[in-house]
């Protein structure tokens, strides 16, 4: 396992890298908002998780992660795209439970994650947002994220939507 791999914690969250004992309790919490998934380039419903956790996992430049606040398991994110050489990763994938929306726990979750990925050398992050959900876009502007713009028709996604995707940033320097 590398740095990168291990438990993260933070302020009043931690994360665990996903593994078979988290299947279950992961698919059922990413089951409590069906309609959100319209969004994502993959299907983490009910009838699309196992797939797409699968999917994720397969590729050896991705690591996802269980979230908890405390004990509770709060949703999932993940380091997409993992290029040492580049020294460069995304954040993506990311999932919270409906109720943990809006109270401040993404700042953690991202600050956890922003602080691993640049400990481990990282100098780069990128975020990668469907130009639809203007949630996660407002989410990523409150972090502090540049916005350096839309890279028009990406990718189609699980549902067969041609996305244009808006592509944020923060680099080391930047970061507190």
């Not at 189609?156 to 995707?165: E, F, K, L, P």
Request: charged share 35%.
């Amino acid at each position: 396992m590398s740095e990168l791999d291990a438990p993260m914690q933070g302020e009043y969250c931690r994360a665990e890298l996903f593994s078979e004992r988290y299947r279950e309790p992961l698919k059922s919490a990413c089951a409590e908002d069906c309609d959100i998934w319209q969004v994502y380039a993959n299907n983490f419903g009910p009838d699309g998780f196992d797939d797409s956790i699968d999917f994720y996992r397969s590729n050896d430049r991705n690591r996802t992660f269980v979230l908890f606040e405390g004990d509770e398991l709060a949703g999932m994110s993940s380091f997409l795209g993992i290029d040492e050489g580049r020294g460069v990763l995304e954040i993506g994938g990311t999932y919270y439970r409906p109720h943990l929306r809006g109270t401040g726990f993404n700042r953690r979750i991202k600050d956890m994650m922003l602080r691993r990925a640049f400990d481990c050398g990282f100098r780069r992050v990128e975020f990668r947002v469907d130009e639809r959900n203007k949630r996660s876009q407002a989410a990523m502007t409150k972090l502090g994220a540049t916005r350096e713009g839309v890279m028009r028709a990406d990718r189609i996604t699980w549902n067969g939507h041609v996305r244009d995707t808006v592509l944020f940033s923060v680099l080391r320097e930047e970061w507190k």
